[in-house]
């Protein structure tokens, strides 16, 4: 099992620009997540999906979009990149409702 | 809405020495309880998790953390650290009656580093 998969692991764009984060799973796990963290911060959820077809908002979802249309995949889309998401991402997934998470390994962005 | 409160943001120690890490949460439901470990340059892992049952929970590498109700706490331990236990330790939370979503609240974390 390659477990969470993200790419890229650095990516640096320049405001305004558009971008998707990818990040698969082949556990077979309904349950997907993206976080954000920043220094100080901790991780913070930006969108989640309970299954494929179904996401929801996090705690940060502004200036993200996401889609589940497999099991494995959960990409994250920036549809006009700021400074102010300059972060390193990390995709998670688990078996179900209130479960363990297992993390990707992260993809650090920079916005210029 | 839950939220978690990790007070020691930095610690220091010399290998050998106990560690206790704090961790508040805030929310009056039943909770699940995880830690999380970030070692420099890699993704979080699991250290250990409480869903019910002994408040004393066992985890990975000799770490243990107590949930005492009460308190709404659930702080992390290990009795003597390592220089290799230099991380970024992580509490997190989510309730444990919600049967849709999978939504885990962090805490701001602690940087622990340990001098050999």
């Known amino acids: 099992n390659a477990g969470v998969t993200q790419t890229p692991k650095f990516q640096v764009l320049k405001t305004g620009q558009s971008m998707t984060l990818q990040c698969a799973q082949d556990m077979n796990h309904e349950y997907m997540s993206w976080y954000r963290q920043d220094p100080g911060m901790g991780l913070r959820l930006i969108h989640y999906?309970?299954?494929?077809?179904?996401?929801d908002q996090g705690e940060v979802p502004n200036g993200y979009n996401v889609s589940r249309s497999t099991t494995e995949d959960f990409p994250l889309r920036l549809l006009s990149a700021a400074p102010s998401q300059t972060s390193v991402y990390f995709c998670?997934?688990?078996?179900?409702?209130?479960?363990?998470?297992?993390f990707g390994p992260g993809t650090r962005l920079t916005v210029l | 809405a839950q939220s978690v409160s990790q007070h020691n943001h930095h610690v220091i120690l010399s290998e050998a020495a106990s560690l206790e890490l704090g961790c508040n949460y805030s929310y009056g439901g039943t909770v699940n309880l995880f830690w999380y470990v970030q070692y420099p340059g890699q993704h979080l892992q699991l250290l250990l998790k409480y869903f019910s049952g002994d408040p004393l929970v066992k985890g990975i590498k000799g770490f243990e953390a107590e949930f005492i109700k009460s308190k709404f706490s659930f702080n992390l331990r290990k009795p003597s650290v390592q220089w290799s236990d230099t991380a970024e330790y992580f509490c997190?939370?989510?309730?444990?009656?919600?049967?849709?979503?999978?939504?885990?609240?962090f805490g701001t974390g602690t940087r622990l580093a340990v001098r050999p």
């Open positions: 998670a997934s688990s078996y179900g409702a209130n479960l363990e998470q297992f």
């Open positions: 997190a939370v989510n309730d444990a009656e919600k049967s849709s979503g999978d939504k885990l609240t």
């Open positions: 999906s309970v299954g494929a077809g179904i996401t």
